[in-house]
């Protein structure tokens, strides 16, 4: 596609259910990133997915939060028994991936509520 | 602690005035620092890219400079316009694919 697509972008819930983000990454980008932005704070670095290496899962805050890549494309962020500390925007970022100067392309994020 | 440090949090401007960004980092070993801009409700978008060896670098209106050795940044925004108004977040890459560390940024407002 022409950008980076996540979905859903408002994602409503009640604490204790799961829920899944989607993000699709531009066509070809080997690294995708995912990143948590809460309100008034910076991004959030969460996990990085590089070609077919083991992902960098340094940044996932506990391990009710997983994540996956399917294919080295589409990735989803899982979080379990959501809590209200969760809300926040979830933000996918992909790049060509591996070189310094590369440019991070980033979606339009999910909103996540949880209530 | 934070690794970078951007001021001021919030900025409230006229439309046709300048404005200066400010962006301190500590990360080491450097490799590179972007200004992306975060607009409500979308991703941050790249605006420009310092490397070690750049001083100053324009794009249009926005025109950013690099101390390296200070280990400072700046964003200046000339003849701003109501469409300026959004979040600028300043982002430094350490040596290392993954190693990003981003400002909490400076939410910049236009008003006409």
């Known amino acids: 596609g022409a950008g980076v697509s996540q979905s859903p972008s408002n994602k409503v819930t009640e604490k204790g259910k799961d829920v899944e983000l989607r993000c699709d990454p531009i066509?070809?980008?080997?690294?995708l990133y995912w990143y948590r932005q809460s309100l008034g704070q910076g991004l959030e670095f969460l996990i990085y997915?590089?070609?077919?290496?083991?992902?960098?899962k340094s940044g996932l805050p506990s391990d009710r939060f997983s994540a996956e890549r399917t294919g080295g494309s589409v990735s989803t962020l899982t979080i379990q028994r959501t809590q209200q500390e969760d809300s926040a925007v979830y933000l996918c970022?992909?790049?060509?991936?591996?070189?310094?100067?590369?440019?991070?392309?980033f979606g339009s994020g999910t909103q996540l509520s949880v209530l | 602690k934070n690794q970078v440090e951007q001021s001021p949090q919030s900025l409230i401007i006229l439309e046709g005035k300048n404005c200066t960004l400010q962006?301190?980092?500590?990360?080491?070993?450097?490799?590179?620092l972007r200004w992306y801009k975060q607009d409500t409700g979308r991703g941050p978008v790249s605006l420009t890219i310092?490397?070690?060896?750049?001083n100053t670098k324009s794009n249009g209106r926005y025109t950013a400079t690099l101390d390296a050795d200070t280990k400072q940044s700046s964003l200046h925004i000339t003849a701003s316009q109501l469409s300026d108004s959004a979040s600028y977040i300043c982002?430094?890459?350490?040596?290392?694919?993954?190693?990003?560390?981003f400002g909490t940024g400076t939410r910049l407002t236009v008003i006409p």
């Open positions: 970022a992909s790049s060509s991936g591996g070189q310094p100067a590369e440019k991070l392309f």
């Open positions: 066509s070809g980008h080997t690294a």
């Open positions: 997915f590089q070609g077919n290496s083991a992902p960098d």
């Open positions: 962006c301190n980092y500590t990360v080491s070993p450097f490799s590179n």
């Open positions: 310092m490397t070690f060896s750049e």
């Open positions: 982002v430094v890459r350490e040596t290392g694919a993954n190693n990003l560390f």
